[in-house]
Every structure is written in structure tokens, then in C-alpha cells.
């Protein structure tokens, strides 16, 4: 049965009900707890956030313990160097919270401080991490699940990484805080049953920890005589550097802040502590437990399965307690592959205001997230996992590299810019102290990391990355040779001419709904909107009487920022069409205005265009569109087509609408 012109189109199809079971509902964007109700306090922001963080514990520790070899010994200065590290990136990171307030991100304090193109270079950087931490995180969560089953079972694991993959794009496509709450059991699981191997595992040790002390003491002796202690530095340093997977989920906080509970700092400066005091634990105790236990990798089994099945051996029921633990582990990495879909997306975003991707990629869906970018961090997971086949040695180095170029940018442009405001704050000197210390250990690890690990797999991060920079330097080009184009339009206006007013000016100022009515679609105040206008009265002269401006405030991850977003939303969308009010004035054009908030702005303009025409019975829709010399297949990705598909849905529902074209030139 065919739907009447005038209702929506109904919610009944079979693909429509899939999705909201799905995705769930539509938010209400008029409700003022909203943004209230999203945002995450400190336990829940440690939960969907600093778990990526504590995560690695599940890798990290284990790649530098691998990668010690027979210096074993080291690991007790290795685990007091590794906590160190963890406590002082994350203290760095909680003073740029405190200057960051609305997001402390890589992209964003790399902008802010160092210039849109090492920004660029940062953002760059934090997508393909982003990405990487969702496919390391599921590959090690499959490492962790498969370690306690049978081997013959072992080939369905790249098929359940991918299951979790398409699992967790859905939950979080439905939001933050529910893929958050689903999740909170596991993390807590985790928490209790590696607390209890860190601790069993040390007081354990504790009648032949002398004996270990005293065998570590020679071992350091007898490298030093074979290394020296040049070779045995070189040593260290290679496995603390190759170990930086332990670090890698520190920024996540800082990037997420946007989504925390008010008071937004203080929450972020919480969850950072929380998960730092948590990561230095777990990954030191763990590293301190691989030597007392003398662990040793074997084959289809991870270092810290091994490590609880010598613990547990023995125990009544340690064997369902290893199942627990490793399950528990494996879930948590689950979780950490949140960070990616979480703070990916905010990243693609940001860079989507700034006009460095396509402009799509701030778009918020009717659940309030950035569903275009969690699609995306989904599908380029997915094949990021299929390329590697879940070789989480070989996703580390990838990883690797990229956080600590984002690490490197970010502390080094706080040290820049505590370099200039010396003298200007009484803690000038130990913010100096603490960045300089952060920059040097950031770039130290970089640098042995690219150096140790270029030929097996660090070249394809650079290479990817290098290319994503290019392709963002060539968005950005086209938006603004595009956008100057627009521009001169506007600016080739000048004072309106008399030609485009009405023959007498209009005695009424009221508008008379009878009358033929020209409804001209907007959404901002310049050349194109201005243009469409003038175009109405040239391509039809004399017939209209009315105008009336219709808009829909647009609420993109730019604008849902805080409780009060949506009212801020609301006030400029008005003060934007009062601006055209104004305009109708000069023309002489008795006008009106409607409005209507939403994130789906071709649902929304339908809904608000089919009351303006009930009120207006003799309405005509007028849009203006950009179009372009030399249509690329590109233009398609790049500009969005919500004229043509509102004018799609309103000649169904038999409204008659009209697009005018912008046109704009391109060379070449």
C-alpha cells in the first residue's frame, strides 16, 4: 500500500525494525538531562576508556620479557622503569588536560600549539592507531581465549576476532555508555582475578626471592663482563623500547574528555590516575612474576597463561581459575578495543570540522554517534586483522610506532609551550622538568622501535600513514578552493541590486498564508543562501508574495559538546535566520521563519518542509546546490546531496520543489 503524500514514511519495513533493534531509538535532542545521561563518570570513563590502557598489559609486558632473552635478570629494573614510564606520560597527560579542558587529544594540542600541518601529521597518526588498537586489542583477546582451549579448535580464531569486530561496531553505533555498561562486568572480573595472580604469584615467591635477588645480582655481573655496560645498556633499552605496547592506551583518556561528566576536568584528571595507579601495578607485577617464575614463551600459549597455569598448578580448582582469568583477560581486550571505536571517531571528527576529511565524518546519527567513523574504524579493523592474520607480534610494532608519534608531537608542543610562558605561572619550572623528561623518553622509544622494527611490518604503518596525510592535504585543498569560490560570490554580491527587489516595496509586513509562497531552504548566512534567494525573485518574476526561511540546525560532534549544546544550537540557527529576515526586509518580501533541530538534517527538512506546506497550501521549495564544472567521482564523497534527496522525498509526498544551481569552476 502506497503511503499518503503528507505522513512520513512509516516505520514498519522489515530493514527499518532490524536497525532499531540494532541501534536503538532515537534520542530526544529536547531533553535537558541528555547530554547528562550520555557522558560517563570517572568509573565508567576507567571502564570504556582507561581499559585500552590497562589492556596492554596483556602484551606488552610479555614483548619486552620476550625480547630480554637470556637477561632475564633485567626485568627488575625493566618493571621499575616500565611503572615510571606509565606514571609519568599519564601525569604529563593530566597537565594537558588541565590546559585542554573541551579534549586534550594528540590532534588537538598538536594544532593548537604546533600549526595545522603537524597537526595533521598527529591526527594522521591517532586514525591509523585508532584503527590498530582495535585489531591488536581483538587479535591479543583471541591469543588470551584460544590459550586455554584445545589446539584443533585453533583455526576458528581469526573468525571469532572477527565476530568481536562486527559485535562491537553495533554496540557502539548504539552509543557510548551502553557499549560501556554491557562491558563493566568483564572489566571488574579482570580486575579481581589479575590482582590475585599478581599478588599470589609474588607471595608466592617470597622464601626463594633472596635467591632470586642474589641469581639476578650475578646474572648482572656476568653480562657486564661478557656486554659490558655499554652492551648490556643497548639491551635494556632495546626491550624497555620494544615493550611500548605497555603504553600505548595512555592518550585515550585525554582524547575522550568530551564525553565525561561535569566537572569535565577534574573526571579526566580522575580516570587518568585511576588508570595509570592500575597499568604500573599489572604491568610491573606481571614482568616482576615472569622472572620469579621463571615463565618461558611456548607455542600457541601467551606468557601470562603460562605464568597463571605454574600458580595455580596444584591449587584445588586452579584450573577453572585459570579459564576465569584468561577469559576475564580476554574480554578486557575487548573492552580496550573501545578506545578505538570511542576516540577514533572523535579524532575523524575533529578533522572533519577542520575540513581535513570529508565533512560526513562529523555528522552525528539520531543515537548522538559518529556513526560514519565507527563504520569506518570497523571496516579498516576488519581489514587490518585479515592482513596480518591476528599476529599480534606483528600488530605491536605497527602500533607502536604511530602512538609515539603522536606521544613525541604532544610533548614536545607542551614543552614548546612552557619553553614560552616561563616565568608567567609559579609551576612553569616542574611543568618544563616534566615535559622535557616525557619528550625524551617518547622519542627515545620511537626511535629504537622504527630502528629495530622497520623491515618487519614498521614500514607499513609509515607508508599507510604517509599516504592518509597526503589524502587529507588533498580534501583539505579541494574544500578550500571550493569554499573561496563560494566565497567570491557572496563577496560579488556587493550591495543587493534594485532589479532583484519587488517593483513597489510591500505595504504588508505580515505574511498572507494564501499567497503564493517561495520556501527557500538554508543553512547558513552567505553567498549560497543569499544567491538562492536573489535567484527566486530572477528566475520568477513577480509571482511570489512570501518568503519563508526554513532550517534545521544540524547537531554534529562539533556542537554536542556539553548540557547545553542543543540551546546554544537552537539560538544561532535563529540569529542566522533572522539575518535573512533582514535581507527579506531590503527586499521588500513580506518573510517568516521555521526551525527545527536534529542529526538527520534530509529527515528532519522533510518533516519541517511538509508543515510549512500545510500552512503555506501555495508553496514552491527552493534549494540552492554547489555544482561543479567538471564533476569527479569524488565531488560525491566530499559534498553531501541533501538537496537532491530532500527533493526526492517531497516530489513522493507531491511538493513541489526546485533546486537553483551554485555553480562553481574548476581548473584542470
Known amino acids: 500500500m502506497l503511503e499518503t503524500p503528507d505522513a512520513p514514511p512509516p516505520d514498519v519495513t522489515l530493514g527499518r525494525r532490524f536497525r532499531r533493534a540494532v541501534v536503538g531509538k532515537p534520542r530526544d535532542l529536547h531533553d535537558q538531562r541528555l547530554f547528562h545521561r550520555l557522558a560517563l563518570v570517572p568509573f565508567l570513563a576507567w571502564v570504556g576508556l582507561g581499559a585500552d590502557g590497562l589492556s596492554s598489559s596483556a602484551y606488552g609486558p610479555e614483548e619486552a620479557f620476550r625480547t630480554l632473552g637470556e637477561h632475564g635478570y ?30 586534550g587529544g594528540g590532534y588537538v594540542v598538536a594544532t593548537k600549539l604546533l600549526g595545522e600541518r603537524a597537526g595533521l601529521v598527529s591526527g594522521s597518526a591517532l586514525l591509523v592507531d585508532y584503527v590498530l588498537t582495535i585489531t591488536t586489542s581483538l ?89 659490558g655496560a655499554g652492551g648490556l645498556a643497548l639491551v635494556f633499552m ?92 580476554a574480554m578486557l581486550l575487548v573492552v580496550a578495543a573501545q578506545a578505538g571505536f570511542l576516540d577514533g571517531p572523535r579524532v575523524l571528527a575533529n578533522m572533519a570540522v577542520d575540513s581535513w576529511v570529508p565533512h560526513r565524518f562529523a555528522t552525528l546519527s539520531e543515537r548522538l554517534t559518529t556513526g560514519n567513523g565507527i563504520l569506518l574504524m570497523g571496516g579498516a579493523a576488519l581489514a587490518a586483522l585479515l592482513y596480518t592474520r591476528g599476529e599480534v607480534s606483528h600488530l605491536i610494532v605497527m602500533y607502536s610506532i604511530n602512538v609515539f608519534v603522536t606521544f613525541s608531537l604532544s610533548m614536545f608542543a607542551m614543552l614548546r609551550f612552557w619553553v614560552r610562558r616561563r616565568g608567567q605561572r609559579p609551576e612553569w619550572k616542574t611543568r618544563l622538568v616534566l615535559f622535557a623528561a616525557g619528550f625524551g623518553l617518547c622519542v627515545t622509544i620511537l626511535a629504537v622501535t622504527v630502528f629495530e622494527k622497520f623491515g618487519e611490518g614498521g614500514w607499513v604503518t609509515i607508508v599507510v600513514t604517509a599516504l592518509l596525510i597526503g589524502l587529507c592535504a588533498l580534501v ?78 544540524v547537531l554534529d560532534s562539533g556542537e554536542f559538546k556539553g548540557e547545553h549544546a542543543v540551546a546554544s544550537l537552537q539560538q ?5 535566520l533572522g539575518q535573512y529576515l533582514a535581507l527579506a526586509a531590503r527586499l521588500g518580501v513580506p518573510a517568516t521563519s521555521r526551525m527545527a ?10 518533516t519541517l518542509c511538509l508543515e510549512v506546506a500545510r500552512e503555506f497550501p501555495r508553496t514552491t521549495f527552493f534549494a540552492g546546490k554547489v555544482i561543479f564544472q567538471r564533476e569527479r567521482w569524488w565531488h560525491g564523497l566530499l559534498h553531501n546531496e541533501t538537496a537532491l534527496a530532500l527533493q526526492q522525498r517531497l516530489q513522493w509526498a507531491g511538493k513541489t520543489m526546485v533546486t537553483l544551481p551554485i555553480r562553481v569552476q574548476e581548473a584542470g
Open 74 to 103: 633485567l626485568a627488575i629494573g625493566l618493571a621499575a622503569l616500565m611503572a615510571a614510564t606509565v606514571l609519568l606520560i599519564s601525569a604529563a597527560y593530566r597537565r594537558i588536560i588541565e590546559e585542554f579542558p573541551s579534549g
Open 139 to 227: 587479535a591479543a583477546a583471541g591469543d588470551a581465549l584460544f590459550s586455554f582451549l584445545p589446539p584443533a579448535w585453533h583455526g576458528a580464531r581469526l573468525p571469532v576476532e572477527i565476530g568481536l569486530t562486527l559485535l562491537l561496531t553495533a554496540l557502539n553505533i548504539r552509543g557510548v555508555r551502553e557499549s560501556v555498561l554491557v562491558l563493566l562486568p568483564i572489566f571488574l572480573l579482570f580486575l579481581v582475578t589479575h590482582a590475585l595472580v599478581i599478588g599470589a604469584g609474588l607471595v608466592g615467591q617470597l622464601p626463594v626471592m633472596a635467591n632470586t635477588i642474589e641469581s639476578a645480582r650475578i646474572g648482572y655481573q656476568n653480562g657486564l663482563a661478557t656486554l
Open 238 to 329: 632495546r626491550a624497555y623500547s620494544l615493550g611500548g605496547g605497555t603504553y600505548t592506551g595512555i592518550e585515550a583518556v585525554s582524547n575522550g574528555l568530551p564525553i565525561m561528566r561535569e566537572p569535565r576536568v577534574q573526571t579526566g584528571k580522575r580516570t587518568m590516575l585511576y588508570m595509570a595507579a592500575s597499568l604500573a601495578f599489572t604491568a610491573s607485577g606481571l614482568l616482576l612474576c615472569y622472572l620469579l617464575w621463571h615463565v618461558q614463551p611456548v607455542p600457541g600459549r601467551t606468557m601470562n597463561a603460562v605464568l597463571i597455569g605454574r600458580i595455580v598448578e596444584g591449587v584445588p580448582l586452579g584450573g577453572a581459575f585459570l579459564v576465569v582469568a584468561l577469559f576475564a583477560e
Open 476 to 553: 583539505r585543498g579541494h574544500y578550500r578552493a571550493a569554499g573561496a569560490k563560494v566565497d567570491r560570490l557572496y563577496r560579488d554580491l556587493g550591495s543587493l541590486p534594485d532589479a532583484c527587489a519587488r517593483p513597489e516595496p510591500a505595504a504588508a509586513t505580515t505574511v498572507d498564508p494564501g499567497a503564493p509562497t517561495a520556501a527557500v531552504l538554508v543553512s547558513s548566512f552567505g553567498g549560497v543562501g543569499i544567491h538562492t534567494v536573489l535567484n527566486v525573485f530572477r528566475a520568477f518574476p513577480g509571482h511570489f508574495t512570501n518568503l519563508v526561511f526554513v532550517s534545521v540546525g
Open 572 to 576: 544561532r540557527t535563529e540569529q542566522m
Open 597 to 606: 533541530l536534529g542529526t538527520d538534517v534530509v529527515a528532519e527538512a522533510r
